[in-house]
């Protein structure tokens, strides 16, 4: 997401910190040129604003971008913190939780389940950015057809859900047995994340994804 807004007649496309910003001069009507912060702005436009229609209004920019209201950018950047806060607290607790099973008065089978499915959601979804990654400059080889790349990145982002998934039923049956308080809202907090993500995820096909297909 970007903000997009007017100063002084040009238009300015910044990041949702406002550390980055780009300015776009006007060349006619609702057509803007880059103005490059050393030497002169781009010969020709390259953004516009477009006509508004029963979808809403749009801008031209590299790409066609929508305008979404405020309320669900900043819910969408929320979101956003809370998973990544949620994904960076089950890599630090899993060296605790793990050592603690090795220890025979720590250990708690109530809860092990819902240690171990976030842990393996998390490094499900590690392995398909890895995957992603490593494809680099030869992304379209490897992924375009049934190779081990393109078959590894539809396990690792299945797993992800399943395991996400996984974690909520861990939580829910846990309900009924001994469990510390504090291990229940850790546990609450982090698979919801979890669950949101895998959501977002299957709605845009991620989950699953069949890159040769």
Do not use: C
């Not at 002084?8 to 006619?28: A, K, M, W, Y």
């Amino acid at each position: 997401m970007h903000r997009v807004r007017f100063e002084r007649g040009n238009l300015v496309l910044s990041n949702l910190i406002g550390t980055i910003n780009e300015t776009f001069v006007p060349v006619s009507g609702e057509q803007f040129r880059y103005l490059q912060k050393a030497g002169p702005a781009e010969p020709i436009a390259t953004a516009a604003l477009l006509t508004p229609n029963a979808e809403g209004r749009f801008v031209a920019i590299g790409g066609t971008w929508k305008r979404v209201p405020t309320w669900f950018a900043f819910t969408e950047v929320l979101l956003a913190i809370w998973f990544l806060l949620a994904f960076v607290s089950i890599l630090l607790y899993a060296p605790f939780w793990i050592f603690g099973g090795l220890i025979k008065k720590r250990r708690r089978p109530a809860e092990r389940a819902m240690r171990v499915w976030p842990l393996i959601a998390v490094l499900s979804l590690l392995a398909s950015l890895g995957l992603f990654i490593l494809a680099g400059n030869d992304a379209i080889a490897r992924l375009g057809d049934l190779t081990v790349w393109s078959f590894g990145l539809f396990l690792t982002t299945l797993a992800f859900g399943v395991a996400s998934l996984a974690s909520a039923v861990a939580l829910w049956v846990a309900r009924k047995h001994e469990i510390r308080r504090i291990v229940r809202w850790f546990s609450i907090a982090v698979t919801s994340a979890l669950l949101i993500v895998a959501a977002y995820f299957a709605y845009w096909g991620v989950i699953g994804i069949r890159t040769w297909a």
